[in-house]
């Protein structure tokens, strides 16, 4: 990634040994992020996983485009449930494992795309 490009909003600079670090906050469990804001995400049971308190949380306007989502330290799909909200919302959704995620979350930002983005912890 290059480190010229300047990123309007939050971006993850680093990781923990569980979680993530956005400039020089430490988010050592889930990680939700918009253009706007980077909050801490208490994540639920993996097979718990709902969107709306997602979107809650982030308060974004207009609609993102999609939300990317990191399933932890491996690539896993999530729930059915989880992909039928998203579905419903008209939320497309890219998923990849939380640290290809957070790596694909900034180079998204340096182009300036609208996304959202839940990071579940590196467990």
Do not use: C, Y
Request: hydrophobic share 50%; aromatic share 8%.
């Amino acid at each position: 990634m290059r480190k010229d490009v300047e990123f309007h909003g939050p971006v993850v600079t680093g990781f923990t040994a569980n979680g993530f670090k956005v400039g020089d906050e430490r988010f050592d469990d889930g990680l939700l992020l918009s253009p706007e804001q980077a909050l801490p995400w208490t994540t639920p049971v993996f097979s718990a996983l709902a969107l709306a308190p997602i979107l809650e949380a982030l308060k974004l306007s207009p609609k993102p485009e999609f939300l990317l989502f990191g399933s932890g330290s491996a690539m896993l799909q999530p729930p059915a449930s989880f992909r039928r909200e998203a579905d419903a919302a008209g939320l497309g959704m890219e998923v990849m494992d939380s640290r290809a995620a957070a790596r694909t979350w900034g180079l998204l930002r340096a182009e300036e795309r609208w996304i959202i983005a839940a990071l579940m912890p590196l467990r």
